[in-house]
């Protein structure tokens, strides 16, 4: 059985979703790209799987997944100039998970219109549909990160070594209940990286023992300290709170995240 393929059909096909991924893809990594860049990138991405199509080895199924790592890191480092392997991994599977989510709607809308149209879909209701199902997950990313950032609180501890405020942002962790067993007070996270800047806050007649326990993994104890005061900014003006505990957790943090400490919500009840 042979079929047909049109290489000016396939390659706008493939075009428009590398536009709708790309833009996607951005809005989740926090990248920005002009216009301009997000065409060429686009436009490269589906030269690469035109490309891919009319190599003559394997099934065309096989060579469209074939071209799809490395096109999707070529548009990534075209679009927006990111660097390095486990970057450009990392959002290839981001472009992916769009991809998968967007598919999904697009074939739900696909399906109904052929229900309608006794099955005549053509190329312009193909890109209509996927513009729709851009639009809706273009809608829940921004639900999401507007959810998100509502948890982010700006923090600044003062810090006797540097001789200023250490300013940072930290997380409203509403799955954090960690608390002092002796007095109960509610402790805060913070990723190695960050209680390395702290040190000199610690205090060794500050120290406390943290014991937690998390789903997976075994129970244990956290070593922690008391941050003499600490400031806490939010949507009603900045909150001071003195004798804060923080525990020093070793995973569960990545190094690379904007945010290097959990606030235990408890800290902002009154």
Request: glycine share 10%.
């Amino acid at each position: 059985m042979y079929y047909k393929l049109y290489i000016d059909s396939f390659f706008i096909l493939q075009m428009t979703g590398n536009l709708y991924l790309l833009s996607l893809a951005g809005k989740i990594l926090g990248c920005t790209a002009t216009h301009v860049r997000i065409w060429l990138g686009a436009a490269a991405g589906a030269s690469i799987a035109c490309m891919a199509v009319l190599v003559p080895v394997w099934p065309v199924w096989a060579r469209i997944l074939a071209g799809a790592v490395p096109g999707s890191m070529c548009m990534l480092r075209i679009t927006y100039r990111i660097h390095g392997g486990r970057n450009l991994i990392h959002g290839s599977l981001v472009m992916a998970g769009c991809g998968f989510f967007s598919g999904s709607i697009m074939i739900w809308i696909l399906n109904r219109l052929r229900t309608v149209l006794n099955g005549r879909i053509g190329i312009v209701l193909t890109i209509v549909s996927g513009y729709l199902a851009y639009r809706i997950l273009l809608r829940l990313i921004r639900a999401f990160g507007r959810k998100r950032e509502n948890c982010i609180r700006e923090v600044s501890v003062y810090v006797p070594k540097l001789q200023r405020n250490l300013h940072m942002q930290a997380f409203l962790d509403t799955g954090n209940h960690l608390a002092d067993p002796v007095s109960g007070a509610p402790v805060c996270v913070v990723s190695r990286k960050l209680a390395q800047e702290l040190q000199s806050c610690f205090k060794p007649e500050k120290y406390h023992a943290i014991p937690y326990r998390s789903v997976g993994t075994e129970s244990g104890i956290l070593h922690a300290w008391e941050l003499p005061e600490m400031m806490i900014g939010g949507q009603g003006g900045e909150v001071r709170k003195e004798h804060v505990i923080v525990a020093v957790c070793d995973a569960g943090i990545s190094k690379e995240s904007v945010c290097q400490m959990l606030l235990n919500p408890r800290l902002l009840e009154n």
